[in-house]
Structure formats: structure tokens, C-alpha cells
């Protein structure tokens, strides 16, 4: 199952005239619920200067990891702070990174660390949205559900961006959302800022696909069961498009035929069934990913951006375990949450490398923020922002080096901070778009993509 703007893509027999007249939807192919306009709408401009990565895998640790006891251990840190566990040797000398990642600490080589990132929102929804697009939340004291005037995800940008990119041909689209995020299965449904669009509207959000791919029944498409029939009405769509010259008027359904016949190739073409079938990969390397969602949704997210998508988001599942840990920081740490992202992050590396795509494909790993120096009563380290650690791979960047610093707990930077702006100014580097490219809001309103700069001490 696929979700398009936070609604589930369910198959029905029968359209109604109603349905039928709902324009911007499916109901022509009897698949009311996926909206053409919400499921695609290009955007003009290339990249403004030569990438250094063709795609971009976003693995997005919902609940935000604590730096100091996974890539930033602290050892000469009083008790209250410096944890329990053990900071063991990389691949690259003077490089510790924790002893339950102890697949990653052989790879160190491969991938770079920045550990002074920080910014100012401790609270869950407007950190994740800055750290997933670069800009502040236009409310940061609230704590918001997704909003229309909300800056757009990294994803959304790229859908903007390149409108004529190279998988649109397949029908492939040019960002995807992996996983059942925070926007998706959240305490009383909360709809989360930082996976949509926001202000470039609906038809730029990220295709997402919640159903987990380590599932038997893993199927994000919905079965073509007559394929005549969806013929039938695609060609009957266009004969009544071409009649309906009054219709076409109205700004809603303008452009209509372009969403129409991508929406057609999502679901009928081969290339893309083809790399969202993750029942392809031979079982011994499913199982180097790990069989579970974050796992499978690495291996998924290789699949995709092998294929031609240009960004894809792999959101830690939420789950009764995941980062958000107030409670039982190290056991959860210990037995779930660190073996798990060890597995999947590393194989990711090496299969893209393996692949000989590590070079053009940027990976970035990251939380919402960091977590407390000191332990609370519960074991447990609470919302910290001012100091947290990104990780970046691939993309030609030079593996084995630390950019920044935090301070002898890990509580502040004590050089080189690095704000969300920055990294998303060097993400969208790397991507080959203008940082500072000029967005337009629904009124007409020049906003910058970035006001921050890449850092260019790690390009």
C-alpha cells in the first residue's frame, strides 16, 4: 500500500459519478483515494551546478539517538554523564565510536562525522522538521501538527527541482518515503511536521510507503487485476479531457493530464514494480540488512535509488522500541536499537559500495536532536538539542574524519558548530541545487532553500 498527503491508496470496484467528476483523483481507474495532483505535479529547473551525488538516502532515526552513547562516548565524563558503555577502536586510528556498533566502527573509513550540530528546539515536531529541512519551524514554541505553510522536506524540494529527471521516463517517482514515520502512526494520530511538502503543495510530497518491506506480504503497488479495463478508462479519461474545455479552466485540474499519465505509468509500469520488489534480493543478503523495517528498508532504499529515484527516506519505525528513550536509555540502546541500525547502516554502505554506488549516492544519518548529558532518575536521557551528532557518507566525501567537536560531556559544540541550516545547504551541495535557490510561496513570497552555507571543510 502506498500513502499519498497522510491517505492510504485502497482498490475498489465501481466509480461513481461523483468519483468520476472528483478531478485530481483515481477514480478512473478504480483506485479512488490516490489524488493525481497530491501524487505528482513537476516543477521546472535542472541543477544549477554539476552534482556530486545523483541520489540521496536519508536515514532518519525517529526519536533522536543519544550522541554519547552511540558516535560521541565521553569517558572522562563524571558517572552521571558518561553512560555505560565502552567506547571501542575504528578502522581509523584515533576514531571510538561505541562498542554496540561494532559493524560501523570497521567502516569509519567510509563515512564522516560532524558532532557539533545544535540547534535551539528540544520538542520532537519542529526539531524534526528543521533537521529534515533546514529551516526553522515558523511556530518553534508549539509543538504543531503538519501545516500548509510549512517549509518543504528535502524530499519535496527534489520533486520541485526536477521535475524532468531522468526516472520520470519509467514512471519511477523522484522521492520516496520509507516506513511507517512519525506522521504516520503517532499518538492520536498527531500528524507530524517535516515529511511534506508544506507550502509548495500536495502534488510535491514524497511518495510514501508505509507498509514495511521486511513483511511476507510486502506490496506497496495495488495488483492490476484487468489491465484492459485500466486501459479502457485511461483511454476514455482522455477523450473526456479533450471534451471538457470548460473544465480545464479551473487552476485544480490544469495540468491534469501530465498527473494522469505518470499516476498510469506508477502502477503499470515494469521498472517500477520492478524496484520496489524486494523479494528479488537473495535471501543471504536480506538477511545482511536484517529482517526488520529499518533493515529492509535500507536495502529497499538502495533497490530504489539504483533504479533512478533521487532521494529516498528510510523513517525508524515507530515502535515499542525506538530513540525517544526518557526511560531504560542503555538497555534499550544495548539490545534493540544500536544492533539493529549496526546492521542495516553498515550493509547499506557496503552494498552500495559493492555496487560501485557509494561514490554517487549521499547517505545521511540523523536525528532530531541530541539527548541529555546527565541521566535522569529512570536511566533514561531526555531532549537535547543544543549538541547532536550527523553522520554523511558516499557522495565522493572523504570518509574516517570528525568536523567539529562538542564540549568534555557533550552537552555543547566547542568548535565548529554546525546549524540545520548548514547541513541542509551542504546536503542540497551535493545534490548539485543551489543552496540558495529562491522558493515561492502560495503569495508570491521569494524564501532562500538555505540560509545556511555547506560546510566546506568536508567537500
Known sequence: MITISGQPMRTREGVTRREWLRVGGLGWMGLPGLGLPTLWQGHATASEHKPRAK???????????????????????????????????????????????????????RYLQIRSVTHPDNTHTVAMHYMLSGVRHRRPATNPQNAADDFPCYGAVLNHVRRDHESAASGLPTSVSLNAPANQVSAN?????????????????????????????????????????????????????????????????????GYHEQAFQL?????????????????????????????????????????????????????????????????????????????????LLLDLEERGLLDETLIVWLGEFGRTPTINKNAGRDHWAACNTVVLAGACLRGGMIHGASDRQAAYPARDPVSPEDLAATIYHLLGVDPHRLLRTPEGQPVSLSTGEPIHSIL
Open 55 to 109: 541520489a540521496c538516502i536519508v536515514l532518519f532515526m525517529f526519536g533522536a539517538p543519544a550522541h554519547q552513547d552511540t558516535w560521541d562516548l565521553k569517558t572522562n565524563a563524571p558517572s552521571a554523564v558518561r553512560g555505560e558503555f565502552q567506547p571501542i577502536s575504528t578502522n581509523v586510528p584515533g576514531i571510538q565510536v561505541s562498542e554496540h556498533i561494532p559493524r560501523l566502527a570497521q567502516l569509519a573509513d
Open 189 to 257: 494520530n498527531h500528524i507530524f511536521p517535516g515529511f511534506f511538502a508544506g507550502f509548495l503543495g500536495q502534488q510535491a510530497d514524497p511518495l510514501f510507503v508505509p507498509q514495511h518491506a521486511n513483511r511476507a506480504d510486502f506490496q506497496p503497488l495495488p495488483a492490476i487485476e484487468n489491465a484492459q479495463r485500466l486501459w479502457d478508462r485511461s483511454r476514455l479519461l482522455s477523450q473526456f479531457d479533450q471534451q471538457s474545455a470548460e473544465l480545464n479552466q479551473l487552476g485544480a485540474v490544469r495540468g491534469f493530464g
Open 267 to 347: 502502477l503499470t509500469s515494469p521498472a517500477v514494480r520492478s524496484a520496489f520488489d524486494v523479494a528479488q534480493e537473495p535471501t543471504p543478503l536480506r538477511e545482511r540488512y536484517g529482517q526488520t523495517p529499518f533493515g529492509q528498508g535500507c536495502l529497499l532504499a538502495r533497490r530504489l535509488v539504483e533504479a533512478g529515484v533521487s532521494l529516498v527516506t528510510v523513517n525508524w519505525e515507530r515502535d515499542d522500541a525506538y530513540w525517544d528513550t526518557h526511560s531504560d536509555n542503555f538497555n534499550l540502546h544495548k539490545k534493540k536499537l544500536l544492533p539493529n541500525m549496526d546492521q542495516g547502516f553498515s550493509a
